[in-house]
């Protein structure tokens, strides 16, 4: 059986401010911005295709890279977990929030659109619609 995990996807930060956030974790700790909107921004880590994402509506949130969501979260139940939500569509691919038998919550993601495009100065423009 194939692990279903794949990867760290993000670790979600909430913060107050995203210019504020952004001052700390880019100006003042060094991470490249990868992308950015109106209520959140991904940075680079170094080595690493995860993300730290600065948010003002979530967070603190681990999201992993699953191949489906939809698989994913089934998988997940029949194995004893719950949903917490269910499958839903974001600009990447889908999400879903599932809890493990031991009450962690953990953020499910596919990147079955493609990752985000962006302008220039790193915010976003619509998405890669490729298959990651």
Do not use: C
């Amino acid at each position: 059986m194939a692990p279903l995990l794949v990867a760290v996807d993000a670790v979600v930060v909430k913060v107050p401010d995203l210019d504020a956030g952004l001052r700390f974790y880019r100006d003042s700790l060094g991470h490249q911005v990868a992308w950015r909107t109106d209520r959140m921004a991904g940075l680079g880590l170094a080595g690493s295709e995860t993300e730290l994402v600065l948010s003002l509506d979530v967070g603190p949130e681990t999201d992993l890279l699953v191949m489906s969501v939809q698989d994913a979260v089934r998988a997940f139940a029949e194995a004893g977990g719950s949903i917490v939500a269910e499958p839903a569509d974001i600009p990447v691919g889908r999400v879903a929030v599932v809890r493990d038998p031991f009450g962690t919550e953990l953020t499910l993601v596919d990147l079955s659109k493609g990752r985000y495009k962006t302008d220039r100065s790193g915010r976003v423009s619509a998405a890669r619609h490729e298959k990651i």
